[in-house]
């Protein structure tokens, strides 16, 4: 079956330090790889794309990878402060002939501490 | 710009009513999408809209139904609801950005009692 894992737990950093987030899949053959943040009570906010033939994607703190053969994509915020805590979701961009869709992983909440 | 706007914010229904979810959005965007999201489960597609006048059914369409009146416009209905579709309902639109990122909706609160 197809599955999207996100580590459930939240992960808990010091502010200053690198925060990594680990989005894996299995049976999927995604042509794109977006990462989103979600604020309580909010809905999602689009962060970075990263393509299948990109290793790397870089957006001033943040940094994404991209393993098309270990089925891993890795999100990375440097010099992490209190304001990047929320949660974070990684999708998959399948391309399809009826429409292009995204399905989401279950997200993993980030808490930057002072 | 309002992005995409969501009403309403909140609904308590009883087992058996009927509901629709307004969404709208005014970005000029083709695509527009439901999802409903529950804890442990991330978002879920419901029902999704390439362009204005089609409707295609998504991960967990049963139950609704949805209607995509205008370009602007795409509504999420629930004929006979029940309390497994209390959950928080998030309408999004996506346009033809190369980064293909969806703009979500701020969500409905719904719970069925």
Redesign the interface.
Same mark, same amino acid.
């Given at each position: 079956s197809q599955k999207i894992e996100q580590n459930s737990e939240a992960l808990n950093i010091q502010e200053g330090k690198t925060a990594t987030l680990t989005c894996n899949y299995t049976n999927y053959s995604p042509a794109y790889l977006q990462w989103y943040r979600q604020d309580p009570g909010r809905g999602p906010v689009f962060l970075l794309l990263i393509r299948e033939n990109e290793k790397e994607k870089r957006k001033e703190r943040l940094k994404v990878t991209f393993d098309t053969t270990l089925k891993q994509s890795l999100f990375h915020i440097t010099a992490s402060q209190p304001a990047d805590s929320a949660t974070y979701l990684c999708a998959l961009y399948i391309l399809t002939g009826g429409g292009n869709k995204l399905t989401f992983g279950t997200g993993t909440q980030l808490k930057v501490e002072l | 710009n309002a992005g995409?706007t969501q009403t309403p914010k909140f609904q308590v229904l009883k087992t058996g009513q009927s509901m629709t979810l307004q969404c709208a959005q005014d970005m000029n965007h083709n695509?527009m999408y439901w999802?409903r999201q529950d804890p442990?489960?991330?978002?879920?597609?419901i029902y *999704?809209s #390439?362009s204005e006048g089609t409707t295609?059914k998504?991960?967990v369409p049963n139950g609704y139904n949805v209607s995509r009146l205008n370009k602007r416009e795409f509504s999420l209905r629930l004929e006979s609801a029940a309390p497994s579709q209390t959950s928080v309902y998030?309408c #999004?639109s996506s346009g033809t950005s190369s980064? *293909?990122?969806?703009?979500?909706?701020?969500?409905t609160r719904l719970t069925v009692t």
């Amino acid at each position: 079956s197809q599955k999207i894992e996100q580590n459930s737990e939240a992960l808990n950093i010091q502010e200053g330090k690198t925060a990594t987030l680990t989005c894996n899949y299995t049976n999927y053959s995604p042509a794109y790889l977006q990462w989103y943040r979600q604020d309580p009570g909010r809905g999602p906010v689009f962060l970075l794309l990263i393509r299948e033939n990109e290793k790397e994607k870089r957006k001033e703190r943040l940094k994404v990878t991209f393993d098309t053969t270990l089925k891993q994509s890795l999100f990375h915020i440097t010099a992490s402060q209190p304001a990047d805590s929320a949660t974070y979701l990684c999708a998959l961009y399948i391309l399809t002939g009826g429409g292009n869709k995204l399905t989401f992983g279950t997200g993993t909440q980030l808490k930057v501490e002072l | 710009n309002a992005g995409v706007t969501q009403t309403p914010k909140f609904q308590v229904l009883k087992t058996g009513q009927s509901m629709t979810l307004q969404c709208a959005q005014d970005m000029n965007h083709n695509s527009m999408y439901w999802y409903r999201q529950d804890p442990g489960m991330g978002l879920r597609l419901i029902y *999704y809209s #390439a362009s204005e006048g089609t409707t295609d059914k998504g991960e967990v369409p049963n139950g609704y139904n949805v209607s995509r009146l205008n370009k602007r416009e795409f509504s999420l209905r629930l004929e006979s609801a029940a309390p497994s579709q209390t959950s928080v309902y998030f309408c #999004a639109s996506s346009g033809t950005s190369s980064s *293909y990122e969806q703009y979500f909706g701020p969500g409905t609160r719904l719970t069925v009692t």
